[in-house]
């Protein structure tokens, strides 16, 4: 079975999710994100068959409820939101599971290169995050911890299903 791809996670969400996504993907600031911003606004132009100048002009309100309306995104775009929604919205979450599992991190934000997890600890972290947040936003979570990175968090897909 091919892997999911965040593209897929993203199509999944609901519209509440997308546009929190959205919201977060057009906030963040952080010198990589310059790339998918102009990719998303080339897109939405393409779509909305406008010009990428007035859909750069547009409020950002506007352009969050442009993109969460769009159900196919690039794997860049979708990478880019699902990041900031989880850094915008799930850091509790984030930092719960990150301490069950023994990785060292800043607020959610892994230190160093995380080493990948035994399934014992995966376990134990995935259901104690289910007795503590709503199942919906932890699956979100541990599907998009395996989408971005399948060599750490495979032990993820004996834990839960991967499929959105």
Avoid: C
Wanted: charged share 25%; hydrophobic share 45%.
């Amino acid at each position: 079975m091919p892997p999911v791809r965040p593209s897929k996670l993203w199509k999944g969400l609901s519209r509440e999710k997308r546009l929190l996504a959205a919201e977060a993907f057009w906030a963040d600031e952080d010198e990589g994100a310059a790339a998918q911003h102009i990719e998303a606004i080339v897109t939405l132009a393409e779509r909305l068959k406008s010009r990428p100048k007035t859909i750069q002009a547009l409020p950002v309100e506007r352009r969050t409820r442009q993109l969460a309306g769009l159900s196919d995104v690039s794997d860049g775009i979708a990478t880019r939101a699902l990041i900031g929604y989880h850094f915008a919205h799930a850091r509790p979450l984030m930092s719960a599971f990150l301490d069950a599992v023994g990785i060292a991190h800043e607020n959610g934000l892994i230190s160093d290169e995380p080493k990948r997890p035994d399934l014992a600890r995966l376990r134990t972290a995935a259901g104690a995050l289910r007795g503590a947040f709503p199942a919906e936003d932890v699956d979100l979570y541990l599907r998009t911890l395996v989408v971005l990175d399948g060599d750490t968090w495979d032990g993820l897909n004996e834990v839960m299903s991967v499929t959105p």
